[in-house]
């Protein structure tokens, strides 16, 4: 089920609002799980089973890592954990490269990627660790552990929230009409950058993709590439900051508007901050993170940026796409550091950067990437054509809000104007404002033209 769709905003939503708060507060989180258990199976009926044997299991290990802080109950729960992962996503990748090799095939298993096995396993993992490294005590009530592995906000795609950052909302919570207020806000705004704005650039990105290829069809291609990634990813984290406000959950931010970034080093601490964190933190830092000598910190980049690009999918083309990002990373940290500061060139730079790296993120195709690369900087095309022309005609006002909604600017505005003494007329303009995007919103995803979120296939 997605958050964009009418069964989702008409039926499922208002039917657990209802059922949520006419309940006493210490059966709500059954209310939670009895839903959020209703949410996957609508959109994944096969691996609930799954998902379930996972919430169990991990359960187990956590309190077996808190009664007896041995190691092996890590291990062999890091184990359980990074077997499933590697089994549905990787391991037919892993076969496949095998047998360019060896002369006896493997055989490719018949396996569908469960929905958001990403984000559940690298929350089961990252509970298990921190009970080991008493960072957090075993939660005691196992229908609370499944609440918070199952919560369907965050379940399918994010934001990767850790036990720690919700721990005592599951055990006692405070909901209040100015955080569901909040909320409602959050999620509209979410669902607009989702259905109005990264629906109608994968519209423009696919055109693009079938026309006669140009040195500016690439570039605006590779325009396109970023910003629909960016507004369908950073409006799901927003709907789904939005509906954990509604229940009295507070998740950690994810985007912090990344796309005006002065280096490479400070969009990764602003683009998919939950994910950044975490291999930060049960990576890069327990390798020895920065407190070692230069060969062993590029040693241990690599290896996160390595993993950083298999986590996005099981093909060469984001392997590829995470080493793109550990070079420019390594050349910033020991060269490039002193030069970049906050500028107009820093910023171009960073924004030229990114748009080659979604060149490579999205094309899964070696020789058609090499191809499109190539056109970048006019090699083997034209500098424009008759084509691009037209499409550009079509989406240039979508474009230009789509860039204008990158920075901070409308909230910065509506700021300062709340600051004066007209206070009452801009808070009618903002609700008017989030009641005419939600009907937008609404009125496009009633003509059948969205798209489903990316990241579901992460």
């Known amino acids: 089920m997605l958050f964009s769709s009418i069964s989702f905003l008409f039926f499922f939503l208002p039917c657990l609002l209802l059922c949520y708060y006419i309940c006493p507060k210490k059966y709500r989180n059954y209310v939670l799980f009895l839903f959020s258990i209703l949410f996957y199976y609508l959109g994944e009926k096969k691996y609930l089973f799954l998902l379930l044997i ?26 359980f954990n990074l077997g499933l992962l590697f089994y549905f996503k990787y391991a037919n990748f892993f076969f496949e490269n095998i047998n360019y090799i060896l002369p006896h095939k493997l055989p490719i298993l018949n396996v569908v990627l469960p929905l958001g096995i990403s984000f559940f396993t690298f929350q089961n993992i990252s509970y298990l660790i921190d009970v080991y490294l008493n960072k957090i005590e075993h939660e005691k009530n196992i229908l609370n552990y499944c609440t918070y592995i199952t919560l369907f906000p965050q379940l399918i795609a994010g934001p990767i929230v850790r036990y720690q950052d919700i721990a005592k909302e599951l055990k006692k919570r405070k909901e209040n009409i100015t955080d569901f207020s909040a909320g409602i806000i959050k999620f509209v705004i979410g669902l607009g950058k989702k259905v109005l704005i990264a629906d109608t650039l994968y519209n423009l990105c696919m055109n693009l993709m079938t026309i006669q290829t140009s040195m500016v069809a690439i570039w605006i291609l590779a325009l396109g590439f970023t910003l ?22 507070h998740f950690p931010k994810n985007f912090n508007y990344p796309l005006i970034s002065s280096s490479i080093t400070e969009f990764w601490r602003r683009w998919h901050m939950t994910l ?23 040693r241990n980049l690599l290896l996160v940026w390595i ?20 070079c420019f990373l390594v050349f910033e940290k020991w060269i490039l550091k002193k030069y970049l500061k906050k500028g107009f060139i820093s910023h ?3 924004f030229l ?26 090699i083997a095309v034209p500098i424009i054509n008759q084509d691009i022309i037209y499409n550009l005609s079509n989406y240039f006002v979508i474009l230009i809000l789509a860039c204008i909604g990158i920075g901070p600017w409308w909230k910065k505005l509506i700021y300062k104007l709340q600051k004066g003494k007209e206070n009452k007329w801009i808070d009618f303009v903002s609700v008017s404002y989030i009641l005419i995007l939600f009907i937008l919103s609404i009125a496009k995803i009633v003509s059948n033209s969205f798209q489903p979120f990316i990241y579901f296939r992460f």
């Open 348 to 350: 171009i730079y960073t």
């Open 276 to 298: 950044s964190n975490f291999f930060k933190d049960y990576i890069y830092i327990p390798l020895g993170g920065n407190r070692c000598s230069i060969p062993i910190q590029i």
């Open 353 to 378: 950067v990114i748009l080659v790296s979604f060149i490579i993120f999205n094309i899964t195709d070696f020789n058609q990437m090499v191809i499109f690369l190539k056109g970048m900087i006019g």
């Open 228 to 249: 629909q990634i960016y507004y369908d990813f950073s409006g799901y984290s927003d709907m789904a900051i939005g509906l954990g406000k509604m229940f009295g959950f």
């Open 54 to 79: 996972s919430c169990f299991i991990n359960y187990i290990f956590g309190k077996k890592i808190y009664k007896t802080k041995t190691k092996i109950f890590l291990i062999l729960g890091l184990l």
């Open 307 to 326: 993993l950083t690009g298999l986590w996005h999918g099981a093909s060469w083309n984001f392997i590829f796409w995470g080493l793109y990002f550990f």
